[in-house]
T-cell receptor
Framework: AQSVTQLDSHVSVSEGTPVLLRCNYS??????LFWYVQHPNKGLQLLLK??????LVKGINGFEAEFKKSETSFHLTKPSAHMSDAAEYFC???????????FGQGTELSVKP | NAGVTQTPKFQVLKTGQSMTLQCAQD?????MSWYRQDPGMGLRLIHY???????DQGEVPNGYNVSRSTTEDFPLRLLSAAPSQTSVYFC??????????????FGPGTRLTVT
């Protein structure tokens, strides 16, 4: 079955330190992959997407993610966390089944001053 | 462009009442979908539509109906509300569904409480 696993339900970092949010997908073929961010009481905003072009994808607000087919991973990173990065992050593969998105359970990122 | 709009923002219903959550987009997107978001469960797909007149079920369709008479609108109907339907509902749209890597654009959400 096609699915996605976000390996950490909660990540806490200090401001100015690196961020790593982990995502693994399962599939017999490479899907398109997205990272969305949701700030408290807000809708979802696209951070970045991978669509089989460059494996290192840069997104908004200094985030980037690297697609590794051999590891079926698409981890999200940022070199230096900012307080405004505190939010929930969703790794989302898009499989060719009517274009349905399959959401992970999300990773809540906390940033300490 | 207003993007994806949803009304109402908040709603409280009593068990057994019916209501319609409205969703509209002004981007001429073919693909529209409804999700519900519950704590610890991410977003789950309720229903989706790949174009006017075409709808299909997602992961959790029970208790919900949809129709798509125009490209712009995709209302979600709760025929007889139950406390288990207390959730935050998001509508999303995309230029097309399958392939192409198109991102989905999300509305701001409707927070529904059923007592």
């Amino acid at each position: 079955a096609q699915s996605v696993t976000q390996l950490d339900s909660h990540v806490s970092v200090s401001e100015g330190t690196p961020v790593l949010l982990r995502c693994n997908y399962s599939s017999s073929y490479s899907p398109s992959l997205f990272w969305y961010v949701q700030h408290p009481n807000k809708g979802l905003q696209l951070l970045l997407k991978y669509t089989s072009a460059a494996t290192l994808v840069k997104g908004i607000n200094g985030f980037e993610a690297e697609f590794k087919k051999s590891e079926t991973s698409f981890h999200l990173t940022k070199p230096s966390a900012h307080m405004s990065d505190a939010a929930e992050y969703f790794c989302v593969p898009l499989y060719n089944q009517g274009g349905k998105l399959i959401f992970g359970q999300g990773t809540e990122l906390s940033v300490k001053p | 462009n207003a993007g994806v709009t949803q009304t109402p923002k908040f709603q409280v219903l009593k068990t057994g009442q019916s209501m319609t959550l409205q969703c509209a987009q002004d981007m001429n997107h073919e693909y529209m979908s409804w999700y519900r978001q519950d704590p610890g469960m991410g977003l789950r797909l309720i229903h989706y539509s790949v174009g006017a007149g075409i709808t299909d079920q997602g992961e959790v369709p029970n208790g919900y109906n949809v129709s798509r008479s125009t490209t712009e609108d995709f209302p979600l109907r709760l025929l007889s509300a139950a406390p288990s339907q207390t959730s935050v509902y998001f509508c999303a749209s995309s230029p097309q569904g399958a392939g192409g890597g198109y991102e989905q654009y999300f509305g701001p959400g409707t927070r529904l409480t059923v007592t």
